[in-house]
Antibody, heavy 119, light 107 residues
Framework: EVQLVESGGNLVQPGGSLRLSCAAS????????MSWVRQAPGKGLEWVAN????????RYVDSVKGRFTISRDNAENALYLQMNSLRVEDTAVYFC????????????WGQGTLVTVSS | DIQMTQSPSTLSASVGDRVTITCRAS??????LAWYQQKPGKAPKLLMY???SLESGVPSRFSGSGSGTEFTLTISSLQPDDFATYYC?????????FGQGTKVEIK
């Protein structure tokens, strides 16, 4: 059974940093694109970033470019999101997701971790 | 960026009803469209991918159709477990984007 478990969400001040983690199990992690998708309170879904199987390609939504960095450790079956220069508008539940055959269809999701940016 | 527009935003229906949700893309996305179901406080769940492919384990009362810019998700006979919010999402190009959601409520 595919399992994705996020951690690292917290309350942080504007301008601060946070690192999210996603522990993956139940599938061959190194053979799938992985993504982060977020959902602000009471709002819809927004794709944030994704990363190729070997980490050689990374893509970001414009609003986080230069501030967020996605990475992965295939030996540890782990996905990460380093978030710097956080803004109030980054407040959201962040979901880790595994792709299907393509790079950005989200076949499996974690339960999410809440990031709150507030002073 | 490709904009995804769902209609209606809210839909009131009864158990047993046939329900259709529409998703329109601002430009052609071929068949690179997925549908998700989300219940309050839970992660989204994939229902359909590549417009009309049913994800494993999803009941056959769900079906998807369309290509290009217009797509539909149909629930043939609404069940109590189906009251939720539904999102479409294109994955034709970057950035991938979602529709604003359609909330299916009990009538």
């Amino acid at each position: 059974e595919v399992q994705l478990v996020e951690s690292g969400g917290n309350l942080v001040q504007p301008g601060g940093s946070l690192r999210l983690s996603c522990a993956a199990s139940g599938f061959t992690f190194s053979t799938y694109w992985m993504s982060w998708v977020r959902q602000a309170p009471g709002k819809g879904l927004e794709w944030v970033a994704n990363i190729k199987q070997d980490g050689s390609e990374k893509r970001y939504v414009d609003s986080v470019k230069g501030r967020f960095t996605i990475s992965r450790d295939n030996a540890e079956n782990a996905l990460y999101l380093q978030m710097n220069s956080l803004r109030v508008e980054d407040t959201a539940v962040y979901f880790c997701s595994r792709a299907g055959v393509r790079d950005s269809d989200f076949h499996h999701w974690g339960q999410g971790t809440l990031v709150t940016v507030s002073s | 960026d490709i904009q995804m527009t769902q209609s209606p935003s809210t839909l009131s229906a009864s158990v047993g009803d046939r329900v259709t949700i529409t998703c329109r893309a601002s430009q052609s996305i071929s068949s690179w469209l997925a549908w998700y179901q989300q219940k309050p406080g839970k992660a989204p769940k994939l229902l359909m991918y590549k417009a009309s492919s049913l994800e494993s384990g999803v009941p056959s009362r769900f079906s998807g159709s369309g290509s290009g810019t217009e797509f539909t998700l149909t629930i043939s006979s609404l069940q109590p477990d189906d009251f939720a919010t539904y999102y479409c999402q294109h994955y034709n190009s970057y950035p991938v984007t979602f529709g604003q959601g359609t909330k299916v409520e009990i009538k």
